[in-house]
């Protein structure tokens, strides 16, 4: 979402990188250029402002220009008042215990990806332990009740709905009913969207917050309509009041201004960001996090708690004592590349490690490689992936035809698998012995001069 937007900021940056001393003139140059990168990432103008005065009053103190490492100094400036501008903290979400019904109200006007993202909230709160319930309550949209009921089996939590029904708060008072006896702690409201703001549908979402005194009152509001999010945001907050904020579509191409300036201009936190169209792509808002990725310093622990969803502990263990006994396997392989394709898009993690965002296409990635690994693999036996050494000449042929590709590919591909076999090898005398890894060091070490 902001490879242009870190790029311009990376650019603004060597201004002062490197540099044993910077002055005011430096300074007000890269902040200049953080001030234009900025409004080009359609940044609200009083955000921007703001910003840049804070950048400047803080920058031009003593503290960075006597500083031994002024341009690193200056840098922090930046992210600091970043994160401040993005919200500080995470916010998360404010319910109830288990022992009470909580509820959620999703606003929102039509095509912002409401319903959508209600079950994206369903799955993450099921995942977290809590009894979710979808209520349709959009009984406006054309099949808005149906997408709901479809997304809702798809992440097998319940969904209440109303055939034929005209009044959201009649359907939301038998959700109610029938949540009271099915133990359900966690109802999650989807409500009636226009393609604009009007006085009959703030009179409806006005009535379902009285009569279900929500916990939590979420816009979800999309990013490529950039600007316009955050005045849709004040609206709802002026009519209806928010707690916070869902953006969708944070994977976009968008340049990322309504995310800048929700924060600043409405005082909402933006709670949870869409990634993607699966269930599973909605992440948390951390601010923190978020800075990092716009200045190129990369999101590490995004990325680990990613793998660690995708990656069970014990087979990660498992896997490392394979590695070191040299027992790994085709079948180790196949379950590794099906293990990466769950993290979701190779660009974006390579976005959240430090130094990479921009740096690599989606173009530059090979995807078809891996496509093309796993279909070999997945076209031999059980037996063929644990014992690759009885894959012979006939065998490599009727992989190559169960594959759709060539037997030259299959054999690259197990010469390959011989390679990596003998570099785990190596990987793991290294790490048993300290004395191994230091004469392959030297060994490298004499190789390059």
Known sequence: MFDKLTQKISDAFRFVSGKSSITEKNIDDAVEAIKMALLEADVNLRVVRRFVNATIEEAKGEKVLRSVDPGQQFIKIVHDKMVSFLGDARQDLVLKGPDTISAILMLGLQGSGKTTSSAKMALRLKKEGRKPLLIACDLVRPAAVEQLSVLAHQIDVPVYKEEGATDSVKVYKG???????????????????????????????????????????????????????????????????????????FDSDTRGGAALSLKTITGKPLKFVGVGEKPEDFEPFHPDRI??????????????????????????????????????????????????????????????????????????????????????????????????????????????????????????????????????????????????????MNRMQGGFR
Request: hydrophobic share 40%; net charge neutral.
């Open 175 to 249: 959700a109610l009913d029938w949540a009271r006896k099915n133990l359900i702690d966690t109802l999650i409201i989807d409500t009636t969207g226009r393609l604009q703001i009007d006085e009959p549908m703030m009179q409806e979402l006005s009535r379902l917050k009285e009569v279900s005194n929500p916990d939590e009152l979420l816009l979800v509001a999309d990013a490529m309509t950039g600007q316009s999010a955050v005045d849709i945001a004040k609206a709802f907050d002026e009519k209806i009041g928010l707690t916070g904020v869902v953006l969708t579509k």
């Open 291 to 440: 800075a990092g990725r716009i200045l190129g310093m990369g999101d590490v622990v995004s990325l680990v708690e990613k793998a660690q969803e995708v990656i069970d502990q014990k087979d990660a263990q498992e896997l490392q004592k394979k590695m070191e006994k040299e027992t790994f396997t085709l079948e180790d392989w196949l379950d590794q590349l099906r293990s990466v394709k769950k993290m979701g898009s190779l660009n974006k993690m390579l976005e959240m490690i430090p130094g990479m965002a921009g740096q690599v296409s989606e173009e530059d990635i090979d995807k078809a490689e891996l496509q093309t690994q796993e279909a070999i693999l997945s076209s031999m036996t059980r037996k063929e992936r644990a014992n690759h050494l009885m894959i012979g000449p006939s065998r490599r042929a009727r992989v190559a035809r169960g594959s759709g590709t060539s037997v030259a590919e299959v054999s690259r591909l197990l010469k390959k698998f011989d390679k990596m076999k003998t570099m785990m090898k190596k990987m793991s005398k290294m790490s048993k012995n300290p004395n191994t890894a230091q004469a392959m």
